[in-house]
């Protein structure tokens, strides 16, 4: 499963991204209550765990924005707080499981094991279109015109991060996150060898280009 961490205590989401990470999850993390809104709303994922307590938004306030738009990703609240009334609270604000620290990591990945077999409404949405450019998520294909143009898993990777976030910059910084998942700077121009690359597959030969360079602030997937 794709799953998101939102807490801001490093230690404990060292922890756990380690143990998803074994589990054979993909994992990513977020330690900022904003930065978690941004990634709930722009990404998709098949369970989030979440703080109550983070700085920025508070996490009540996500789950709450995430279930006003229609977001129904399972959510499990992992949080100090563990009185009956704190968990009540969080159960009405929309998660569909509530974990409180300490915990062990074999409960915690029972719990996610239990979401991932609940039935869905409806099926989330499977191929993502920007201008002739067609990216399928189920059989990771992609196709610009009528032209099939093979890519790497990295290459993907990185091209499905970008149409989600389509006529948006995205730092070099957020995409070494969402797509390497590295919170350091691994001081190397990797974002800028990759994105060269993936440029010469999507747009050579074709019009208009679609990656744009934004000079001293990233790259973008632009829809003309």
Partial sequence: MRILLIEDDERVAAYVVKGLGEAGHVAEHVADGRDGLYHVAGEAYDVVILDRMLPGVDGLTILQTMRATGNRTPVIILSALGEVDERVRG???????????????????????????????????????VA????????????????????????????????????????????????????????????????????????????????????????SLRRP
């Fill in 132 to 219: 002739d450019l067609e990216i399928d998520l189920l059989s990771r294909t992609v196709v610009r015109g009528s032209r099939r143009i093979p890519l790497s898993t990295l290459e993907f990777r990185l091209l499905e991060y970008m149409a989600r976030h389509a006529g948006h910059v995205l730092t070099r910084t957020m995409i070494l996150e969402a797509v390497w998942d590295y919170n350091f700077d691994p001081q190397t121009n990797i974002v800028d060898q990759h994105v060269s690359h993936l440029r010469q597959k999507i747009d050579k030969g074709f019009d208009p280009p679609l990656i744009e360079t934004v000079r001293g602030a990233g790259y």
């Fill in 91 to 129: 159960l009405r604000a929309g998660s569909d499981d509530y974990l409180t620290k300490p915990f062990a990591m074999s409960e915690l990945l029972a719990r996610i094991d239990a979401l991932g077999r609940r039935p869905t409404a409806a099926p989330s949405k499977s191929t993502l279109v």
